[in-house]
């Protein structure tokens, strides 16, 4: 199976900065990955797929990039709506997995 | 709108099977280009896909869970639902049913988890 091994685990940070997460994977997923971001209590919610296409309604301050193994999220200038946790999550030959998860916190 | 709702016990006996239905609205499970799948979640944790029906068929398990899993679907009433034998502690989460895109294999609506409980 694919592993997939987000960093960093917890990541502070304040209202306007410029953050990145990274996300690899244990064998290649071509552009097979999208990432997630979930707020306490609350079902995930998708940001980016194919790697780097942002969903539909989702600010364009988060973007995605990479392919093969290694993968980043960026979010450009954090707003307080962003501190959550996020997820990144790839698909390779019927099955799904997900990283375990870069909990945003304020600074 | 598309809209998921997953429903059934809250608790489950040690050995029992968890069993969890979702009901969708908005859309068909009968049509694509849609599988419709069921995730976990253990407190604190990452989350765990569990497995995917298409077109109330056609199913794929998570290896990890496969032996235990059986993934079902009622086109009558646009339900989907998941059996989970012989469950432990282990199978304490929050359950989340999805709707997953066959286009980039990705969870684009999701309902709003239930929480099941293992536990004599």
């Known amino acids: 199976d694919i592993q997939m091994t987000q960093s960093p685990s917890t990541l502070s940070a304040s209202v306007g900065d410029r953050v990145t997460i990274t996300c690899r994977a244990s064998?290649?997923?071509?552009?097979?990955l999208a990432w997630y971001q979930q707020n306490p209590g609350k079902a995930p919610k998708l940001l980016i797929y194919?790697?780097?296409s942002l969903e539909s309604g989702v600010p364009s301050r988060f973007s995605g990039s990479g392919s093969g193994t290694e993968f980043t999220l960026t979010i450009s200038s954090l707003q307080p709506d962003d501190f959550a946790t996020y997820y990144c999550?790839?698909?390779?030959?019927?099955?799904?997995?997900f990283g375990q998860g870069t909990k945003l916190e304020i600074k | 709108q598309v809209h998921l709702q997953e429903s059934g016990p809250g608790l489950v006996k040690p050995s029992q099977t968890l069993s969890l239905t979702c009901t969708v609205s908005?859309?068909?499970?009968?049509?694509?280009?849609?599988?419709w799948s069921w995730i976990r979640q253990p407190a604190g944790k990452e989350l765990e896909w569990i497995g995917r029906i298409f077109s109330s068929v056609s199913t794929n398990y998570n290896p990890s869970l496969k032996s235990r899993i059986t993934i079902s679907g009622d086109t009558s009433k646009n339900q989907f639902s998941l059996k989970l034998s012989s469950v432990t502690a282990a199978d304490t989460a929050v359950y989340y049913c999805?709707?997953?895109?066959?286009?980039?294999?990705?969870?684009?609506?999701w309902g709003q988890g239930t929480m099941v409980t293992v536990s004599s």
């Open positions: 064998q290649s997923i071509s552009n097979w």
């Open positions: 999550q790839q698909y390779n030959s019927y099955w799904y997995t």
């Open positions: 908005g859309a068909s499970i009968s049509s694509g280009p849609y599988y």
């Open positions: 999805a709707r997953l895109t066959q286009l980039h294999h990705v969870f684009d609506i």
């Open positions: 194919k790697a780097s």
